[in-house]
């Protein structure tokens, strides 16, 4: 069984900044691709970013330079840096993963971005 655990969540004011981290866990030789999507009131769920095994790399339109995606294989875990953070990025942040051809969810962590 896999499991990814999203941590860094959290709320902050506006122009301000934030990591999330998301460890996978279980029965895993290696994890293949990664990504951080997200969710807001009455929206559907969109990529943020996406990394690949390689260090690939894929953002969302909106990202606009302001978000940083990386991962350190060795631990399994995906980190998203979230910077000059809006209001409009207030959401609940899933991570993704790509696990022996199965892909698997987190439970998500909401970022508020508010004065």
């Known amino acids: 069984q896999v499991q990814l655990v999203e941590s860094g969540g959290g709320l902050v004011q506006p122009g301000g900044s934030l990591r999330l981290s998301c460890a996978a866990s279980?029965?895993?030789?290696?994890?293949?691709?990664m990504g951080w999507y997200r969710q807001a009131p009455g929206k559907d769920r969109e990529l943020v970013a996406a990394?690949?095994?390689?260090?690939?790399?894929n953002y969302g339109d909106f990202v606009k330079g302001r978000f940083t995606i990386s991962r350190d294989n060795a631990k399994k875990t995906v980190y998203l840096q979230m910077n000059s953070l809006k209001p409009e990025d207030t959401a609940v942040y899933y991570c993704?993963?790509?696990?022996?051809?199965?892909?698997?969810w987190g439970q998500g962590t909401q970022v508020t971005v508010s004065s």
């Open positions: 993704n993963a790509d696990v022996s051809n199965r892909n698997y």
């Open positions: 279980g029965s895993i030789d290696s994890v293949d691709a």
């Open positions: 990394i690949g095994s390689g260090g690939d790399t």
